[in-house]
């Protein structure tokens, strides 16, 4: 296969999984409420630099995205993809918090059921001619897709329902941008 991979992103048919840009310094609060972002780390400026580079980056690479942008409950993913991707385009899929409790210590039954789940939905083949983008947090060196950079993305082909799927590469956002070289 000698095609770039800006070329089979254009032609669709993957899963853009991204982790949301740099957040503020600390942790989210005991009293973690979805609703209440003051509970919870939130993107920092560099953080809201990223996510909007990000978007202009498929943007100008004219890669195309079917929407909604499916993000984690938590107020940091949620703005990177309204940054990136506009307030409108936004799907929260509770789920996605699963990913962010397994940094947390979580048993290895709890960790195959999440990372189950995860490979059931990264499966799903986008809209023909499009690709889909989830926005959500990283993982721990070797669980689920591996350590993310903040808005690192993780290119994946969705091999059909019960087929797995293809980690294609992982970008940091800096590679991303030098695509447009």
């Not at 800006?6 to 991204?18: N, P, Q, T």
């Not at 979580?106 to 809209?127: C, Y």
Request: charged share 20%.
């Amino acid at each position: 296969m000698n095609r770039s991979l800006v070329d089979l992103l254009r032609e669709g048919g993957y899963i853009l999984y991204s982790r949301h840009g740099e957040a503020t310094v600390g942790v989210d609060q005991p009293n973690l409420n979805f609703w209440y972002c003051f509970t919870q780390r939130n993107l920092s400026e560099e953080g809201r630099k990223q996510a909007i580079y990000y978007g202009e980056i498929l943007r100008d690479l004219q890669i195309p995205i079917s929407y909604p942008i499916i993000t984690s409950p938590f107020c940091r993913t949620i703005k990177t993809a309204q940054l990136a991707f506009g307030k409108a385009n936004i799907k929260i899929d509770p789920f996605l918090f699963e990913i962010y409790k397994l940094s947390k210590s979580s048993s290895s039954t709890e960790q195959k059921i999440i990372l189950d789940f995860l490979r059931s939905m990264l499966e799903i083949e986008p809209p023909h001619g499009n690709n889909r983008v989830i926005i959500a947090h990283g993982f721990s060196r070797d669980i689920g897709l591996g350590e993310i950079p903040n808005m690192g993305t993780v290119i994946i082909k969705p091999l059909g329902q019960g087929n797995g799927y293809e980690i294609v590469d992982k970008l940091s956002l800096e590679d991303l941008g030098n695509l447009l070289s």
